[in-house]
C-alpha cells in the first residue's frame, strides 16, 4: 500500500459560483468519510446530540432565551448553517439581511411542547429514523436545533445533525456555549452579520499544525500497519452473520445500562490504579463480550479488530471549532492466545494491556491526525470490514458541559441531568457509546431493528450487553462494594 502525499491545506475561498456572496471549502478528513457514509448508506449515523435538564425558568422565558442563544451559536459557529454542494464541499452563505436570518432560524430552531406524555429516548429515536438534510422555504438544513418539554420543569436540548458537522467533543462544548448564553437574563450582544463567515472552521491539517515535516516516514508507518491488518487471514470476532436489511429502517435498538455510583468510582479507582484508562476497560470487555457471544470452539486464528476506533481531534482546536474532526486508530488485537487463558480476570488485563499498547503506539505518531485526510474516504472501494460492532468513550461529561448552570443571583436555572445521543443506523454495524454524568458511567448499545428476531425481540443485543457489564464487574466488583 503505496503512502500517499502530504495532506494540504484547504482554505475557505470566494465561492464564484453563487449567486449571492458566499464562501466554499472541500469536506476534508472525518468530515468527508461521515458525509460519504451517509449518502451511501442512507443517511447512515446522522446523529443526535442533547442533554435532558430542568430549569427554575418559564416556558416561554426558556424558549425565548434558547432560540436568542442559538441565533448566537450561528455566529461564533456559522458552518451550522451550510449547505454540503453535490462536489462534497461546505457552502456558506452569510446573513444577508435580519429576513434572511429570521427564515433560518424560523427552520433551524424547533420549540416543541409534547406534555407529560414525552418519553425523551422515544424523541431520539423518532429523530434517528428521519433523513437529512431537512428542507425548508429552499433551503437544505444539515443541523437543526430541538428545545422540547415534557413534564415542566423537564425539558430535552437537542441538536439533530450531520456528523460532518457534530462529533461528540465539539458538540458538547457547543452546548456549553448555549447554555453559558441562556444564563443571562440581558440582551446579548448583538453580533455583526455578514462578518461571520471569518468564523468558518479552519480544515483539520491547517487546525492541527500541518501538514507535518515527518509525514513521509510517519505516514508511511501507519500505512504499513493498515496494509498488514488487511492482509491478515485472521477471523474477526463479530456478533454473527449480517442479518437481513431493514427498508426503511424502523424505530431501532437501544439498550442503556447505568452502572451504579459506586460501580462508576470503581471503574475510575481501578483503571488509574493499574495505569489503564476507563477506555481500555470498556473496550476490553466488549472485546471478550464478543468472544463469550460466539460458540466456545473457536478454532485458528481470532482477532479483535477495532479498525475504526476513534481519536478526537478536540484537544488540539478551540472550543468553537464545530465541525467533525476525528481519526480512525487502525487497532487490531490477536485474541488466540488471550483466549486460551482460563482466568477471565487476566483475559481482560491481558486485553487491556494489549490495548493500551496499541494506542499509544498510534497516538505517538503525529500523522495520526491527517491519516484520514490522506486516505481521501472513499475515494476507492473500501474493503468490507469484518467487524460490526464499535465502541467509542466520551468520558467525563462535566469535562467539556457543566450540570448546574446559575443566574446572577447565585441560583440554580439550569440542572442537567443526562445526556441524550442516538445515531440513524441503516447497516449492520452496532455502536456503543459510554459516557459518565453526575457521578455514574453510562453504556449504551444502538443498533438496527434488522438485529431483531422473528419474534421481534433483541435477545443477541441483550445478551452482548450484559456481557460488557459481567466483564467490568470481574475487575470492579470487590472495589465497589
Same mark, same amino acid.
Given at each position: 500500500?503505496?503512502?500517499?502525499?502530504?495532506?494540504?491545506?484547504?482554505?475557505?475561498?470566494?465561492?464564484?459560483?453563487?449567486?449571492?456572496?458566499?464562501?466554499?471549502?472541500?469536506?476534508?478528513?472525518?468530515?468527508?468519510?461521515?458525509?460519504?457514509?451517509?449518502?451511501?448508506?442512507?443517511?447512515?449515523?446522522?446523529?443526535?446530540?442533547?442533554?435532558? *435538564?430542568? @430549569? $427554575? !425558568? =418559564?416556558?416561554?422565558? %426558556?424558549?425565548?432565551?434558547?432560540? #436568542?442563544?442559538?441565533?448566537?451559536? +450561528?455566529?461564533?459557529?456559522?458552518?451550522?448553517?451550510?449547505?454540503?454542494?453535490?462536489?462534497?464541499?461546505?457552502?456558506?452563505?452569510?446573513?444577508?439581511?435580519?429576513?434572511?436570518?429570521?427564515?433560518?432560524?424560523?427552520?433551524?430552531?424547533?420549540?416543541?411542547?409534547?406534555?407529560?406524555?414525552?418519553?425523551?429516548?422515544? *424523541?431520539? @429515536? $423518532? !429523530? =434517528?429514523?428521519?433523513? %437529512?438534510?431537512?428542507?425548508?422555504? #429552499?433551503?437544505?438544513?444539515?443541523? +437543526?436545533?430541538?428545545?422540547?418539554?415534557?413534564?415542566?420543569?423537564?425539558?430535552?436540548?437537542?441538536?439533530?445533525?450531520?456528523?460532518?458537522?457534530?462529533?461528540?467533543?465539539?458538540?458538547?462544548?457547543?452546548?456549553?456555549?448555549?447554555?453559558?448564553?441562556?444564563?443571562?437574563?440581558?440582551?446579548?450582544?448583538?453580533?455583526?452579520?455578514?462578518?461571520?463567515?471569518?468564523?468558518?472552521?479552519?480544515?483539520?491539517?491547517?487546525?492541527?499544525?500541518?501538514?507535518?515535516?515527518?509525514?513521509?516516514?510517519?505516514?508511511?508507518?501507519?500505512?504499513?500497519?493498515?496494509?498488514?491488518?488487511?492482509?491478515?487471514?485472521?477471523?474477526?470476532?463479530?456478533?454473527?452473520?449480517?442479518?437481513?436489511?431493514?427498508?426503511?429502517?424502523?424505530?431501532?435498538?437501544?439498550?442503556?445500562?447505568?452502572?451504579?455510583?459506586?460501580?462508576?468510582?470503581?471503574?475510575?479507582?481501578?483503571?488509574?490504579?493499574?495505569?489503564?484508562?476507563?477506555?481500555?476497560?470498556?473496550?476490553?470487555?466488549?472485546?471478550?463480550?464478543?468472544?463469550?457471544?460466539?460458540?466456545?470452539?473457536?478454532?485458528?486464528?481470532?482477532?479483535?479488530?477495532?479498525?475504526?476506533?476513534?481519536?478526537?481531534?478536540?484537544?488540539?482546536?478551540?472550543?468553537?471549532?464545530?465541525?467533525?474532526?476525528?481519526?480512525?486508530?487502525?487497532?487490531?488485537?490477536?485474541?488466540?492466545?488471550?483466549?486460551?487463558?482460563?482466568?477471565?480476570?487476566?483475559?481482560?488485563?491481558?486485553?487491556?494491556?494489549?490495548?493500551?499498547?496499541?494506542?499509544?503506539?498510534?497516538?505517538?505518531?503525529?500523522?495520526?491526525?491527517?491519516?484520514?485526510?490522506?486516505?481521501?474516504?472513499?475515494?476507492?472501494?473500501?474493503?468490507?470490514?469484518?467487524?460490526?460492532?464499535?465502541?467509542?468513550?466520551?468520558?467525563?461529561?462535566?469535562?467539556?458541559?457543566?450540570?448546574?448552570?446559575?443566574?446572577?443571583?447565585?441560583?440554580?436555572?439550569?440542572?442537567?441531568?443526562?445526556?441524550?445521543?442516538?445515531?440513524?443506523?441503516?447497516?449492520?454495524?452496532?455502536?456503543?457509546?459510554?459516557?459518565?454524568?453526575?457521578?455514574?458511567?453510562?453504556?449504551?448499545?444502538?443498533?438496527?431493528?434488522?438485529?431483531?428476531?422473528?419474534?421481534?425481540?433483541?435477545?443477541?443485543?441483550?445478551?452482548?450487553?450484559?456481557?460488557?457489564?459481567?466483564?467490568?464487574?470481574?475487575?470492579?466488583?470487590?472495589?465497589?462494594?
Amino acid at each position: 500500500m503505496a503512502t500517499p502525499s502530504a495532506p494540504e491545506h484547504h482554505p475557505w475561498l470566494p465561492d464564484t459560483n453563487a449567486s449571492l456572496p458566499a464562501y466554499t471549502r472541500p469536506l476534508v478528513g472525518s468530515e468527508l468519510f461521515t458525509y460519504k457514509f451517509s449518502k451511501l448508506a442512507a443517511g447512515g449515523y446522522d446523529v443526535s446530540i442533547g442533554v435532558k *435538564f430542568h @430549569s $427554575s !425558568l =418559564t416556558k416561554s422565558d %426558556l424558549q425565548t432565551r434558547t432560540r #436568542g442563544a442559538f441565533e448566537r451559536l +450561528r455566529f461564533h459557529c456559522p458552518l451550522i448553517a451550510a449547505s454540503i454542494d453535490d462536489k462534497a464541499a461546505w457552502v456558506y452563505t452569510p446573513v444577508q439581511d435580519d429576513t434572511d436570518r429570521e427564515a433560518w432560524l424560523q427552520g433551524a430552531f424547533i420549540f416543541e411542547d409534547r406534555g407529560p406524555a414525552l418519553d425523551f429516548e422515544d *424523541f431520539i @429515536s $423518532s !429523530l =434517528t429514523q428521519l433523513r %437529512l438534510p431537512y428542507e425548508v422555504g #429552499g433551503r437544505s438544513l444539515f443541523f +437543526r436545533c430541538y428545545l422540547v418539554v415534557g413534564s415542566e420543569p423537564n425539558y430535552a436540548l437537542v441538536f439533530h445533525g450531520s456528523h460532518a458537522i457534530m462529533d461528540a467533543w465539539p458538540t458538547l462544548n457547543v452546548l456549553s456555549l448555549m447554555f453559558g448564553w441562556m444564563s443571562v437574563d440581558s440582551p446579548l450582544e448583538k453580533p455583526v452579520w455578514g462578518t461571520e463567515w471569518n468564523n468558518l472552521p479552519p480544515d483539520p491539517v491547517t487546525a492541527t499544525g500541518g501538514p507535518f515535516a515527518t509525514w513521509d516516514t510517519d505516514g508511511a508507518k501507519l500505512y504499513e500497519a493498515i496494509a498488514a491488518n488487511r492482509s491478515r487471514q485472521a477471523i474477526c470476532l463479530t456478533l454473527g452473520d449480517d442479518p437481513v436489511p431493514t427498508k426503511p429502517p424502523g424505530k431501532p435498538i437501544r439498550i442503556i445500562h447505568r452502572f451504579t455510583e459506586s460501580e462508576s468510582r470503581a471503574i475510575v479507582s481501578v483503571t488509574k490504579a493499574n495505569e489503564f484508562t476507563v477506555s481500555h476497560l470498556l473496550e476490553a470487555a466488549h472485546c471478550l463480550a464478543l468472544a463469550a457471544c460466539n460458540p466456545p470452539d473457536l478454532v485458528g486464528d481470532v482477532d479483535f479488530g477495532a479498525e475504526m476506533t476513534i481519536a478526537s481531534l478536540e484537544p488540539r482546536l478551540s472550543k468553537t471549532h464545530f465541525v467533525s474532526a476525528f481519526v480512525h486508530l487502525p487497532v487490531r488485537i490477536r485474541m488466540t492466545d488471550i483466549l486460551k487463558n482460563d482466568s477471565k480476570v487476566q483475559q481482560m488485563q491481558l486485553t487491556m494491556k494489549a490495548l493500551k499498547e496499541q494506542y499509544k503506539h498510534y497516538l505517538d505518531n503525529p500523522s495520526i491526525y491527517h491519516l484520514l485526510v490522506a486516505q481521501k474516504p472513499f475515494a476507492t472501494p473500501y474493503p468490507r470490514p469484518q467487524f460490526r460492532t464499535m465502541l467509542t468513550n466520551i468520558g467525563v461529561t462535566e469535562k467539556r458541559l457543566q450540570t448546574t448552570w446559575k443566574g446572577k443571583g447565585g441560583e440554580a436555572i439550569f440542572e442537567i441531568d443526562d445526556l441524550l445521543l442516538g445515531n440513524r443506523l441503516t447497516t449492520s454495524v452496532t455502536p456503543l457509546h459510554s459516557w459518565s454524568i453526575n457521578g455514574a458511567v453510562y453504556l449504551q448499545l444502538q443498533a438496527s431493528d434488522m438485529w431483531k428476531d422473528a419474534e421481534g425481540n433483541d435477545t443477541i443485543m441483550q445478551k452482548f450487553v450484559e456481557e460488557i457489564v459481567q466483564h467490568v464487574r470481574l475487575l470492579v466488583s470487590d472495589v465497589s462494594k
